[in-house]
């Protein structure tokens, strides 16, 4: 534009040539609002929905990891328990050998009770077993550690798709960025729900 201004007030310059134009930009629509929402949310849902799959299945995958640590410990400790029963049942029947003389039968039995204690070629023996069980347990304490932070997480992502579902229905940037925050709060707490890299 290129004429003479002859006045100004708040909202408008006129210049000689009788033109006219607004120094204030006219407010988006609640429709063109809610469209550019859309346009952004589409994209942020995916990624959530994405993520909150991808806790979920690593959540149920140490669910049952805990449960069948669970298992096999009590397994491998009741396999012990019979190991330490028929020890001490070879243990009298020894006593029985010695007192009656029988130097083949002490030898088989002496041998019996040593394997019952440990035998680390077939990995049954009691000193075996008991350290099967107890490396078990510590892997089931480990796993639940991840528990709480895969949980928290996957309630955040949660409520950050509601919140980003409201910000459509509300037209609110407000709401869509807070969705946002949530969001990525959540994924901070799944990255330290898989990978426990903030030891507490």
Excluded at 92 to 97: C, K, Q, S
Aim: charged share 25%.
């Amino acid at each position: 534009m290129t004429g003479k201004v002859k006045f100004k007030d708040k909202y408008h310059i006129v210049v000689d040539r009788g033109l006219t134009m607004s120094e204030e930009k006219k407010p988006l629509s609640r429709s063109e609002r809610e469209a550019r929402i859309k346009d952004k949310a589409g994209w942020v849902i995916t990624v959530l929905a994405a993520l909150l799959a991808v806790n979920t299945y690593v959540s149920s995958s140490i669910s049952s990891k805990v449960l069948n640590n669970t298992i096999k410990a009590n397994d491998t400790y009741s396999f012990y328990q019979s190991k330490s029963i028929k020890q001490s049942l070879a243990e009298y029947a020894l006593e029985d050998a010695v007192a009656s003389g029988k130097t083949e039968r002490v030898a088989q039995l002496t041998a019996k009770i040593s394997s019952y204690e440990s035998d680390p070629k077939s990995g049954e023996g009691k000193k075996e077993l008991l350290a099967k069980a107890q490396q078990l347990e510590d892997d089931r304490d480990e796993a639940k550690t991840h528990g709480p932070w895969l949980t928290f997480s996957g309630t955040g992502f949660q409520l950050a798709i509601v919140l980003l579902t409201a910000s459509i229905l509300a037209v609110s940037t407000g709401l869509f960025w807070g969705s946002i925050a949530v969001g990525l709060f959540s994924a901070f707490l799944m990255s330290q729900g898989i990978w426990m890299w903030i030891i507490l």
